[in-house]
Structures are given as structure tokens and as C-alpha cells.
């Protein structure tokens, strides 16, 4: 680069060899730099001189010229620029904000609509099956009189009847969980306490399918919550656990705290799920075998109730299964900050089978 014998009075950024290197490079280059002070930024333009006998470049020649004047009068712009786009992004978010949420009036107004239609329903379909049941009941008091075609009629009328008011009330349980309507209670509870319950309730179940049941709980683990239904959720989950189990099988409910939140696992040695089915559990009416549901007396809402219950709740279920080994339920949901770690113990197995 060929410089001036002046050189030393332009500023050292103008002087900067980077625009040179490019110039070498490319055989011309330009760029910016900032001088600072009075002058400001520097526009410059370098260019290389190739030697006419075609034995290499004589030298390099760099122009520049501030453009502080131009840089301080587009500023202003450029302040100008940025707050009018931000102030139109910001309009339009507000109003596609807006907008959607008129669009989306109808969307809501029909799922509430829908809620309160299913709620309705269920609720108004109990009381005619409660008395179908009924009324198939005492006729099967008389069976006695009765020839063997009519009382086969009558037990699966009560059978169905059963099924419906099952199904009906899973599904006013779910109206009310999603319209949160339902009261929810704000208790604290130890979940070993109501997980014995639970069993309590599912034992005779279990036993009537040779199943059995073990438990590994711990004791002084509080959560807060409504006990009903997290009882409802303990018990779709067990109830599951005994109706897709092999005979002579096991379940083991078993209770943890990490990371500060409490997990139930219910273990079954069941006929499992295969993968492509695990996504789906859950979901309403979703069951992967449906001969082998409808004949266990499985209506496909369980899963999701307890799902929706321990949602309500702030945790989340998860499921893991083989086919063939068995599924393992988790129920995670955060601890009470209240709990009294130190004294937790581990109570032994207890073991509740038929001999």
C-alpha cells in the first residue's frame, strides 16, 4: 500500500491493513470503520494497481471519506423506522388477538354447549337405568317360576344395564372435570393412607380373579388434594391392573418422593401393550383390544379420568408396559411442602391373595 508522507496525521482506523488484505484477495474491496471522535465513521474503497508489464500490482490505492453527516442524518430515520415497525407489530398482535378471540366465540360457546349437554345427559340417564336395574332385579327374585330363556334374558339386561350406568357416569365425571365444575377440596392428605383404601376396596375384586395384591408404601408422604377423586383415579388404575392381568398374577403399588414430588406406581404382571398403542391410552373410548374390554366390562374412560384427575392436580400419569410382562402406571403429583421427611419409613410387604 502506497502512503503518503503525511500518513501519520490520518486517523488509525483508516490506516488498518483488514481492507488491504480483502483488496489482495479481490482485487478491490471496501468497508466501514469508525474513526471516532469528530470524524465518525469512515467510508473507504481499496483498490489494487496492477503492474502494466504484468509482473504482479505496483501498489494499493485506499480512498475514504467520512460520512459522519450522513450516518447522524439517518439515524433519526432509522429510530423512526424501528418505532413504527414495532408499534405496527405490536398493533397487529393486539388485534389478531382480538380477532381471534371473536372467531373463536363460536368454537368456545359450542364446547360449552357440548359439556353441558353430555353432563345433562349422563345425569339424567341414571336415574331410568337405576330403575331398569332395579326392576330386573326383583324379577330375578323370582326366578324359580321362571323358565331358563327369561332368566337369561333378564341377566343381561341387568348386565347392560350395569354397563350403561357405568359408562354414564364415567361420563358425567369427565363433563364436570372438564368444565370445572366440579368442587374440588384442598386437603392434605397421606397418600399411603388413602393407596390402603384404595386396595381395601379393589380386594375382593382381585380376589375373585386369583390376583395379588402387595404393597410397598411410605409412610409420612402428604400431598394436597380432593381425596375422592384421587381416589377415583388410584382406582381406575387398579382396576385396570386386575381386569388385564394373567391369572395367578400380581400387582405391586408401590409410593416414592424425587424431586420433591411423589410418585405412585401401580405394577401389574399383565398381558401388557405393545408401543404403538401406549400414545393412545388414555384417550376416551380408546381400548386396545375392544372384545377383550367390552368383556372385561371396560368402558375406555378409566384411563381417562385419571388422567384428567391428576391434570386437575398439577401432576401427570404415565404408563410404561411389554407385551407379555406386564404395565406399570406412575402417578406423579407434587408433595406438600409440609411433609415430614424425617420421619418416613418403609413399611414391610404385605401380601392379600386367595389361598
Same mark, same amino acid.
Given at each position: 500500500?502506497l502512503l503518503?508522507?503525511?500518513? /501519520?496525521?490520518? =486517523?488509525?482506523?483508516?490506516?488498518?491493513n483488514n481492507?488491504?488484505?480483502?483488496? +489482495?484477495? %479481490?482485487g478491490?474491496?471496501e468497508?466501514? !470503520?469508525?474513526?471516532?471522535?469528530?470524524?465518525?465513521?469512515?467510508?473507504? %474503497?481499496?483498490?489494487?494497481?496492477?503492474d =502494466?508489464?504484468?509482473?504482479?500490482?505496483?501498489g494499493?490505492?485506499?480512498?475514504?471519506? /467520512?460520512?459522519?453527516?450522513?450516518a447522524?442524518a439517518?439515524?433519526?430515520? +432509522?429510530n423512526?423506522?424501528?418505532? @413504527?415497525?414495532?408499534?405496527?407489530?405490536?398493533?397487529?398482535g +393486539?388485534?389478531?388477538?382480538?380477532?381471534a378471540?371473536?372467531?373463536?366465540?363460536?368454537?368456545?360457546?359450542?364446547?360449552? $354447549?357440548q359439556q353441558?349437554f353430555?353432563?345433562?345427559?349422563?345425569?339424567e340417564?341414571?336415574? =331410568?337405568?337405576?330403575?331398569?336395574?332395579a326392576?330386573?332385579e326383583? +324379577?330375578?327374585?323370582?326366578? #324359580?317360576?321362571?323358565?331358563?330363556e327369561d332368566?337369561s334374558?333378564?341377566?343381561?339386561i341387568?348386565?347392560e344395564?350395569?354397563?350403561? *350406568?357405568?359408562?354414564t357416569t $364415567?361420563?358425567?365425571?369427565?363433563a364436570?372435570?372438564?368444565?370445572h365444575?366440579?368442587?374440588?377440596?384442598?386437603?392434605?392428605?397421606?397418600?399411603?393412607?388413602?393407596?390402603r383404601?384404595?386396595?381395601?376396596? @379393589?380386594h375382593?375384586?382381585a380376589?375373585?380373579?386369583?390376583i395379588t395384591?402387595?404393597?410397598?408404601?411410605t409412610? $409420612?408422604?402428604?400431598?394436597?388434594?380432593?381425596s375422592?377423586?384421587?381416589e377415583?383415579?388410584?382406582?381406575?388404575l387398579l382396576?385396570n391392573a !386386575?381386569?388385564?392381568?394373567k391369572? $395367578?398374577?400380581?400387582?405391586? !403399588?408401590s409410593t416414592?418422593?424425587?424431586?420433591?414430588a411423589?410418585?405412585?406406581?401401580?405394577?401389574d404382571?399383565?398381558i401388557?401393550?405393545? *408401543?404403538?398403542?401406549?400414545?393412545?391410552?388414555?384417550?376416551?373410548f %380408546?381400548?386396545v383390544d375392544?372384545?377383550?374390554s367390552?368383556?372385561a366390562g371396560g #368402558?375406555?374412560l378409566?384411563?381417562s379420568?385419571?388422567? /384428567?384427575? #391428576?391434570?386437575?392436580?398439577?401432576g401427570q400419569?404415565?404408563l410404561v408396559?411389554i407385551?407379555?410382562?406386564g404395565?406399570?402406571? *406412575?402417578?406423579?403429583? =407434587?408433595?406438600?411442602?409440609? *411433609?415430614?421427611?424425617?420421619?418416613?419409613?418403609?413399611?414391610p410387604?404385605?401380601?392379600?391373595?386367595?389361598?
Open positions: 500500500m503518503p508522507q503525511n500518513a /501519520s496525521q490520518y =486517523p488509525a482506523a483508516f490506516l488498518s481492507l488491504v488484505a480483502s483488496a +489482495l484477495t %479481490y478491490c474491496a468497508g466501514t !470503520v469508525d474513526a471516532g471522535g469528530s470524524i465518525g465513521p469512515i467510508y473507504r %474503497y481499496a483498490l489494487v494497481v496492477q =502494466p508489464q504484468g509482473n504482479g500490482y505496483i494499493i490505492i485506499v480512498t475514504g471519506r /467520512s460520512i459522519k453527516a450522513q447522524d439517518l439515524s433519526p430515520l +432509522l423512526l423506522l424501528l418505532g @413504527i415497525g414495532g408499534g405496527a407489530l405490536l398493533c397487529a +393486539l388485534g389478531g388477538l382480538f380477532l378471540n371473536r372467531a373463536l366465540i363460536p368454537a368456545r360457546l359450542a364446547w360449552s $354447549n353441558r353430555l353432563a345433562d345427559a349422563s345425569h340417564l341414571r336415574t =331410568p337405568l337405576t330403575l331398569l336395574r326392576d330386573a326383583v +324379577l330375578l327374585r323370582g326366578r #324359580t317360576h321362571m323358565q331358563q332368566i334374558i333378564l341377566e343381561d341387568l348386565a344395564t350395569h354397563h350403561m *350406568t357405568t359408562i $364415567n361420563m358425567l365425571t369427565l364436570r372435570l372438564d368444565s365444575q366440579s368442587h374440588r377440596e384442598h386437603e392434605v392428605i397421606d397418600i399411603a393412607a388413602l393407596t383404601r384404595v386396595m381395601q376396596r @379393589i375382593a375384586f380376589e375373585q380373579r386369583d395384591l402387595e404393597e410397598q408404601l409412610n $409420612n408422604i402428604h400431598i394436597i388434594g380432593d375422592n377423586l384421587l377415583q383415579a388410584i382406582l381406575a382396576d !386386575v381386569k388385564y392381568n391369572p $395367578n398374577g400380581k400387582i405391586c !403399588v416414592s418422593i424425587q424431586h420433591e411423589v410418585h405412585l406406581k401401580v405394577h404382571t399383565g401388557g401393550v405393545s *408401543t404403538e398403542h401406549l400414545p393412545h391410552l388414555g384417550e376416551r %380408546y381400548r375392544k372384545a377383550r367390552r368383556q #368402558t375406555g378409566g384411563l379420568i385419571a388422567r /384428567s384427575i #391428576t391434570v386437575e392436580h398439577g400419569l404415565t408396559s407385551p407379555g410382562q404395565t406399570t402406571a *406412575t402417578l406423579v403429583l =407434587p408433595m406438600a411442602r409440609e *411433609t415430614p421427611l424425617a420421619h418416613k419409613e418403609a413399611l410387604t404385605r401380601t392379600a391373595s386367595r389361598n
